[in-house]
Every structure is written in C-alpha cells, then in structure tokens.
C-alpha cells in the first residue's frame, strides 16, 4: 500500500514562494509518475505539474510554466513543487497523487492521493 504524505502548504502574500513536498511510502514508484493537482472552490481538480518517476520528464500546465517547478529526490522517493511569483489564483488545495503506470494528465488516472494541503496567496 502507498502513502503519500505531504507538507509545506500555508498562507504567503502575493509575489512570494512557497516549497511543497510529497513523501512515498510502502511501495516503490519505479514506472510510475507523480503529480500536483489543485482544486479551488467550485473547479475541478486539475493537474498543475507531474514528473514520471524513471525518465524525469515533465508537464506544466500553461498557467504556472516558468513559475513553477515539479522535482524528485530518488532516494528519498520524494516529490517537490517549488512555487515561485504566487499569484492569487494559485489560492487552492493542493494534492498530490500518484500514478502507477504513467504520467496521466487526468485526476482520474491517478490511483494514490495525499490528504491535501491549502495554499493561500492573499493580494
């Protein structure tokens, strides 16, 4: 069984950065992928950044390229999204998931969730 324990949410002010992280647990990710999903009130959720876990390739979507950067530390079978230039609509719950067999763009792919965190960007 994996867990998927996440920190690092919290409240920042507009134009400042703030460091995510997802820690695996109990099963090795090797061939899967790892992502960062978000959910503001009244939206579906939607995938913000993802790595798959082998090849490090990646996906951003469009609103957070070049604010936002999605990283792995192997060894600590850990995931980091550092948010940079926070804007008020990045103000969301945060989730990380988990893939087992690929990087799906889709929270519907997505086999393993942490409990989500909230991230606030006041203006």
Not at 16 to 33: D, Q, W
Request: glycine content about 14%; charged content about 20%; some cysteine.
């Amino acid at each position: 069984q994996v867990q998927l324990v996440e920190s690092g949410g919290g409240l920042v002010q507009a134009g400042g950065s703030l460091r995510l992280s997802c820690a695996a647990s109990g099963r090795s990710f090797s061939r899967s992928a790892m992502g960062w999903f978000r959910q503001a009130p009244g939206k579906e959720r939607e995938l913000v950044a993802g790595i798959h876990w082998n090849s490090g390739r990646t996906h951003y979507a469009d609103s957070v390229k070049g604010r936002f950067t999605i990283s792995r530390d192997n060894a600590k079978n850990t995931v980091y999204l550092q948010m940079n230039s926070l804007k008020s609509e990045d103000t969301a719950v945060y989730y990380c998931g988990a893939d087992r067999h690929g990087l799906g763009l889709s929270p519907k792919e997505y086999d393993y969730w942490g409990q989500g965190t909230q991230v606030t960007v006041s203006s």
